[in-house]
Every structure is written in C-alpha cells, then in structure tokens.
C-alpha cells in the first residue's frame, strides 16, 4: 500500500536504489527501496513526474490520511470495503493527481 504525494513535500534520508521498467501503457516506472535492506520506499512514474509514491509501511505515524482513490481494486480481497467517496479503478487509469 502506499499514499501519493507531491515530490516537493516528502524527504528521504539514506543509501537508495533503484530499479525501473517501462509499464503496460509505456510509461517509465521506478521502485526505490533501501539500499542496505531491500525495504521499499517509494515509486515513482514518469506520468506524474511531480509527484511519488511512499510505501505506507516506511511511515513513522500515518494518522490523519484518509483514502483517496484505490488503484487496482480489480486486486483487493473480497472482503476489503471501500468508502464511498473513494474513487477507485480497476485497473492503471489515465488519471493524475490533478484531475
């Protein structure tokens, strides 16, 4: 799971790597993870270049995120809900954080 923010407003210290490849709709995807350990970090595509996705799991308290959009709900477990202002797709739309 991770939460999408403006590149502008995330921080992150320590040894990175990274890895890309192109994506089924010919954008360029790369996943950034620890260096040291493997851990993910955050992805990033070239679609919204202003923008990254932070592996929810690096975060020291994510209290106050409420969710926005689901992506890949095609994915989810039966029994996971979603709200219903929640925008979701089933699959990689033609979307950004602005529309």
Same mark, same amino acid.
């Given at each position: 799971?991770?939460?999408?923010? /403006?590149?502008?407003?995330?921080?992150?210290?320590?040894?990175?790597?990274?890895?890309?490849? /192109?994506?089924?709709?010919?954008?360029?995807?790369?996943?950034?993870? &620890?260096?040291? &350990? $493997?851990?993910?970090?955050?992805?990033?595509?070239? =679609?919204?270049?202003?923008?990254?996705?932070?592996? @929810? $799991?690096?975060?020291?308290?994510?209290?106050? @995120?409420?969710?926005?959009?689901?992506?890949?709900? =095609?994915?989810?477990?039966?029994?996971? =809900?979603?709200?219903?202002?929640?925008?979701?797709?089933?699959?990689?739309?033609?979307?950004?954080?602005?529309?």
């Amino acid at each position: 799971m991770g939460a999408m923010f /403006a590149l502008s407003a995330v921080t992150v210290n320590g040894k990175l790597g990274e890895f890309s490849y /192109a994506s089924d709709i010919g954008s360029e995807v790369t996943k950034v993870f &620890c260096a040291h &350990c $493997g851990s993910p970090i955050y992805g990033k595509n070239t =679609r919204t270049p202003d923008h990254l996705t932070l592996s @929810l $799991g690096t975060m020291d308290d994510a209290i106050g @995120l409420d969710i926005e959009v689901v992506i890949f709900e =095609r994915d989810k477990p039966h029994w996971d =809900r979603l709200g219903e202002n929640v925008s979701h797709f089933p699959t990689q739309p033609d979307w950004s954080p602005e529309s």
